[in-house]
């Protein structure tokens, strides 16, 4: 978090204020433009048996979203990323990549 000084900072030395940070390439704007047919990485932190991080590759973004929300118990999300070329998407983005309009397959009922 970048912090910048009010106007009267010279009166105080505890002047400063956070200022909003700039969007990032991943963020909720970003899914507008987000390629589900990229080919993605996904990692899990930790296996069932609580073993190692776990990998795999999809041949589609959206096919590792689908796997993570439709397969995975929702605790796992927590901890896992989703690699599609280079930004990386935690459990809560991956969730909302899913939710999101754009997304290209039939969602599971539940």
């Not at 970048?2 to 009166?11: F, G």
């Not at 030395?13 to 990032?24: C, D, G, K, Q, V």
């Not at 970003?30 to 041949?59: H, I, L, Q, W």
């Not at 979203?65 to 929702?74: D, V």
């Amino acid at each position: 978090m970048k912090l910048e000084r009010d106007d009267d900072s010279k009166k105080s030395h505890h002047a400063l204020r956070p200022r909003p940070a700039a969007a990032s390439s991943n963020s909720g704007a970003a899914t507008v433009s987000f390629d589900y047919n990229a080919p993605a990485d996904f990692f899990a932190a930790r296996s069932r048996k609580g073993g190692a991080m776990r990998y795999r590759r999809f041949e589609t973004a959206a096919e590792a979203i689908r796997f993570a929300i439709e397969e995975l118990p929702t605790p796992m999300l927590v901890g896992v990323y989703l690699q599609v070329e280079d930004e990386r998407f935690d459990g809560d983005q991956i969730r909302a990549l899913y939710d999101s309009a754009a997304y290209p397959f039939a969602r599971a009922t539940t």
